[in-house]
């Protein structure tokens, strides 16, 4: 066969063959949006109250979790109002026995309950509680009592975890630790006027 003959019917093949290759490649790539069209317009499964109350009941730490807590909210026992809210941070990790851990600077939250002025040279009492704190991003309530506060967070941190009391913060008594009724509620009595809880100052709570 004639060589050129042969390369001019290769070269007719590959001009008849492109025609109906490209529209191949198109038809498939109409297909291939067209899926990805489908998948984006499919609904995302919305998490349903029940998946919630598991995240949150998995991610509660259980009784008896001991949190170091450094306040970040400041109030004075004379100038203080019920309903005002308290901010804290967890002053370094706790481990929780199904394995996650309450990270360092997670967020503690709560409120003052009730506040009873000083009268006849006694001090103002304060009654706060500790009800919601942050968990891998998540809000979970909890219902703490208080073993112990001091001044600074040194101070408290360098005594063993079963500590009680208060060490550093002069005029300043602990009336009701809130582990019996009213649970969660923890009442604190000042001695003197003008005393004042300050940003920095450390809670050592217990999960009841």
């Known amino acids: 066969m004639d060589k050129n003959a042969l390369t001019h019917e290769g070269s007719s093949f590959m001009k008849c063959s492109l025609p109906e290759a490209v529209p191949a490649r198109l038809g498939f790539a109409v297909l291939l949006f067209a899926t990805f069209s489908l998948i984006a317009a499919l609904p995302i499964p919305a998490q349903t109250p029940g998946d919630t109350a598991e995240a949150t009941q998995e991610n509660k730490p259980p009784g008896g979790t001991m949190l170091p807590v450094i306040l970040r909210t400041s109030f004075s026992f004379d100038k203080c109002k019920a309903g005002q809210t308290l901010h804290g941070k967890i002053a370094k990790d706790v481990p929780l026995r199904n394995g996650s851990v309450i990270r360092k600077g997670s967020d503690l939250e709560g409120h003052i309950v009730e506040v009873t002025p000083a009268a006849n040279g006694s ?16 809000k979970v309530p909890v219902v703490t009592n208080l073993k ?3 001044d600074n967070a040194p101070a408290l941190w360098a005594f063993r975890v079963d500590a009680t009391g208060d060490y550093g913060i002069d005029n300043l008594l602990i009336s009701h630790t809130g582990n019996t009724e009213p649970v969660g509620k ?15 100052d450390a809670l050592l709570l217990l999960v009841d």
């Open 123 to 138: 001090g103002a009492n304060v009654a706060m509680q500790f009800e919601e704190l942050d968990v891998g991003g998540q």
């Open 148 to 150: 112990a506060i001091a």
């Open 186 to 200: 923890i009442v604190l009595a000042s001695q003197a006027q003008n005393l004042k809880l300050e940003k920095g």
